[in-house]
């Protein structure tokens, strides 16, 4: 189920160059050179009405003129000619083409609607198209070169994907000399139909890839990427490197492709919660591809350094400390046994330092003894080409390094001295760099994406399990505002969401006279706060608009008066309602912080965390996270906020009450999941004490809000969906919970799938298996709600959940179609429980706009063809033979 729409693309059978040329400059002559002198072993035909014969070969006027249909077209002609070339290969049939040409969406106006007019077509024949202005593909197991760079790849297990050709040329120079083989390089240059999250889907169930790493400029569809990101790096990793770093790199990332770049901080909280890791630098991807591809894993952050010079140790050690990792603290039986196989001088603790006359004897000691050690998560080996021979040294470092499960980075120093022994430590498979401090960012990154892979692993519902929220009440409030053409809520319209939501705030009342706030006043109890309230300013400190601690009646008018009139000379165009008037709040040993939502033009909602009060403007304390979140996400988020530290213990205050604070968070997350008219929320400050935290001031700004088909359409990250949650009984008593699978279901999917009979895993996976790989299992419970659905029957058996039937489906890349399967334990056969689950899949693929499901039944399964007869399926012959049926459902 999925993926393989791409075999086109990236697997055909036979290939047709439009524009082949034997002009030495011309695009057309480089990539049907590639093809020919690559070991693909499909058919390759040149067109081009300039020439009868190139390189040999025949060369055809046209496609008709081949007389066979190819699965792939690489079209390197100009880009005029691209629409006619794609009408004529969908009307026979080609499902995939590579557009090298240039002059589309890169280009402006014109070459956008040239651009989108391409879509239109590929769409039409149901063909998927590759680029415009891409360097190609490369796919070096099977021999294919579909590019025109002079590049030499050798196979491998690291997939690239890059929206920049150069970038793809640069990194596969780069691997040559370094041993490292591609699976495949995949440049999607203006990605105008396959686009990030389709090739991550391909390469996900690639046997070929181990390792992916990504070059990103912009993202059309966040939703898609993000989708395609998590469900590739469930089962391998993923490396992304983001241009746009800063404001001018945005922009012009923006017109290389057109595709849009969102705020940095967000994308790398997307990253997190997607299960990668990202490169700052192009040597960190490097470094990191060559790490990943050696198939090396961190669990844990201690890192230990193994070196025959004390300054390498000194460096290793400084960029350890600046990228959070510990410099591993070696236990006393380590040492011990260092003392008792070195000689007295040696450091006798971490960096271990074996001396400048170092032997390959000290170094198969010290690495062995660091590995052993349970103190240790990785160890870093370095050598400086001093009285040693560097390549013996290597073979001491490779042989212990064997056996190891722990990562071993190597750093051999120099450069003529240390080649050959380099080339040893490539051929082993051990990653080698050549300085301390890119090693040890590699480690870190190691550790990143150990972390990010328990992020991955978090599916949280929109809403906690506590009490609820009141989101129709918070929606009446903002459809007011918006009825009068507001888009900012005034102070106490801005306090009743929040309350509405259950976060505490201060009392307060809107007030319209001087008189009016004098009655609040006196009702409230003094002293009390006193904030103009005016819609179209935000940070109310901007018109000197707060006056704290009024302490009696006498001051209530005079302020009132005060208020108003600075506002009025401030800002002569502002409309003022009146002020607010709020019981004065007064906390000992508070901290003042804030938390928001703001929406990001890519990921949008965003919850963010930091340092409040006057002076967060100048602090740029701020942390981000995607929501939905869960205990687990905001205890990340809060561990990488820089004001951290001063939450517990700090000085002489005490820890300030943090399971307040994560109710907050979590209460934030849910106002950004149930209420996408939110355009930006701001807490601040939020103040926390170790009794209680309180919203002391929020501003919140919405806009109008088109409802799309899912009601999280407007998140990055859909939530996990409780609300598909149903209970029923059987006629034997038994109760029966059909829900959405999650990533903790992994064992009872297992037992389920290894208790079903031979046949009838035979009639699931239309194959002969004994039980799920870890790769089908990831796959199967860490799912993509969005895309695609999984819904599992339950029961209680012996005190335990107990899976009994499963049903999902995958959308089709067309998004309005599906694929689904369906199986159910023998045992519980006729009792309707396939029945019920194919109804819930069928319903809920209809309230998110698919119109057709399909699937394949083998002809042999007779209850299961019975059963989507039953379901209103249509049942046709399979293309593949007589063995096998599809089944069809128009909803």
Request: net charge negative; with cysteine; hydrophobic share 45%.
């Amino acid at each position: 189920m999925g993926g393989r729409d791409l075999d086109p693309l990236f697997a055909p059978d036979s290939i047709a160059v439009f524009g082949a040329s034997e002009r030495p400059e011309s695009v057309g002559c480089k990539v049907y050179a590639n093809l020919l002198q690559g070991t693909f072993a499909g058919n390759l035909y040149a067109i081009n009405p300039k020439y009868e014969q190139l390189r040999d070969r025949p060369c055809y006027p046209s496609l008709e003129a081949i007389g066979k249909r190819p699965d792939l077209a690489v079209i390197a002609t100009p880009a005029r000619t691209v629409l006619a070339i794609l009408e004529a290969c969908g009307e026979i049939g080609v499902k995939g083409a590579i557009i090298l040409s240039v002059g589309f969406g890169e280009t402006g106006e014109q070459g956008a609607r040239l651009q989108e007019e391409a879509v239109q077509i590929a769409r039409k024949y149901d063909m998927r198209v590759l680029g415009p202005n891409c360097l190609g593909v490369m796919r070096p197991g099977i021999g294919l070169n579909a590019t025109f760079t002079d590049a030499s790849v050798k196979p491998g297990q690291l997939a690239l994907v890059s929206q920049s050709g150069a970038l793809c040329s640069a990194m596969l120079d780069w691997s040559s000399p370094r041993g490292v083989g591609y699976s495949a390089m995949i440049s999607l240059g203006d990605a105008a139909d396959v686009d990030f999250g389709d090739v991550l889907d391909y390469l996900a169930i690639d046997t070929r890839t181990r390792a992916i790493v990504l070059y990103v400029e912009g993202i059309r569809n966040a939703r898609h990427f993000v989708s395609g990101l998590r469900v590739a790096a469930r089962v391998k990793p993923v490396i992304v490197m983001k241009a746009g770093k800063h404001a001018e790199g945005s922009k012009a990332a923006m017109a290389h492709t057109g595709a849009v770049v969102g705020a940095d901080d967000v994308f790398d909280a997307a990253l997190m919660r997607a299960g990668a890791v990202r490169a700052m630098t192009i040597a960190e991807l490097f470094a990191a591809a060559q790490l990943f591809s050696a198939n090396q894993r961190a669990h844990g952050n201690r890192l230990a350094i193994v070196t025959n010079g004390g300054g390498l140790g000194v460096m290793a050690a400084d960029r350890s400390m600046e990228l959070g990792l510990q410099v591993a603290n070696l236990n006393a039986a380590t040492r011990a046994h260092l003392s008792d196989v070195l000689p007295p001088p040696w450091s006798h603790t971490n960096p271990v330092n074996l001396l400048g006359d170092a032997t390959p004897t000290r170094y198969r000691e010290a690495l062995a003894a660091c590995l052993a050690d349970e103190n240790v998560d990785g160890v870093l080996v370095m050598l400086a080409p001093l009285m040693i021979d560097a390549s013996a040294a290597a073979h001491a470092v490779i042989e212990v390094a064997r056996g190891s499960e722990k990562p071993v980075l190597t750093c051999w120093m120099g450069e003529t001295q240390v080649i050959e022994a380099r080339r040893l430590l490539a051929e082993a498979g051990l990653a080698q760099f050549s300085s301390p401090e890119s090693a040890v960012t590699a480690f870190s990154l190691l550790v990143s994406y150990e972390r990010n892979q328990q992020l991955l692993l978090q599916v949280p519902a929109p809403l906690a399990e506590k009490s609820r929220p009141d989101i129709e009440g918070a929606r009446m409030i903002i459809e007011g505002a918006l009825a009068e053409s507001r888009r900012a809520l005034t102070t106490v319209e801005a306090s009743a969401v929040l309350s509405a939501f259950r976060i505490p705030v201060v009392e307060g009342v809107e007030a319209h006279t001087a008189n009016e706030a004098l009655v609040a006043a006196e009702a409230l109890g003094f002293p009390v706060a006193m904030k103009i309230s005016a819609p179209g300013i935000l940070h109310k400190s901007d018109v000197d608009g707060v006056r704290l601690d009024v302490g009696d009646a006498h001051s209530i008018r005079r302020t009132f008066n005060e208020l108003v009139a600075h506002t009025k000379q401030a800002r002569p165009e502002a409309t003022i309602i009146g002020v607010t008037v709020e019981r004065m709040y007064h906390a000992p040993r508070e901290r003042e912080l804030v938390v928001g939502i703001v929406r990001d033009p890519v990921f949008g909602p965003v919850i963010s965390f930091g340092a409040g009060g006057a002076v967060v403007e100048l602090r740029r304390t701020r942390t981000v996270a995607l929501p939905p979140l869960n205990d687990f996400i905001i205890e990340d988020l809060i561990k990488r906020a820089r004001v951290e530290p001063l939450l517990g213990t700090f000085r002489n205050l005490p820890p300030i009450r943090r399971e307040a604070l994560k109710d907050v968070l979590q209460r934030v997350s849910e106002m950004a999941c149930e209420l996408p008219e939110l355009v930006s929320v701001e807490i601040d400050p939020l103040v926390a004490t170790d009794r209680s935290v309180v919203a002391i001031d929020g501003r919140i700004m919405v806009d109008v809000h088109t409802p799309p088909l899912d009601p999280y359409g407007h998140m990055a990250i859909h939530p996990y969906p409780a609300h598909m949650t149903e209970t029923w009984q059987l006629a034997d008593g038994t109760d029966v919970t059909l829900r959405p699978i999650r990533p903790e279901d992994a064992e009872i999917e297992h037992e389920f799938v290894y208790n079903l009979p031979q046949q009838s895993k035979y009639f699931r996976f239309l194959q002969n298996l004994k039980g799920l790989t870890r790769e089908m299992l990831v796959r199967f419970t860490q799912i993509d709600y969005d895309r695609e659905m999984a819904l599992i029957a339950v029961c209680e058996q012996q005190n335990r959940q107990v899976e009994i039937g499963v049903a999902r489906y995958i959308t089709a890349p067309d998004g309005e179609s599906c694929e689904f399967a369906i199986v159910v334990a023998d045992e519980w056969h006729h009792r309707g429980i396939g029945t019920r689950l194919m109804r819930a899949l069928i319903n809920i693929a209809k309230t998110r706009g698919l119109k057709t499901m399909k699937g394949e039944v083998l002809s042999s399964n007779t209850n299961m063809l019975g059963l989507m007869k039953k379901m209103g399926f249509t049942v046709h012959p399979h293309p593949d033979g007589a063995n096998m049926k599809m089944v069809t459902k128009i909803m």
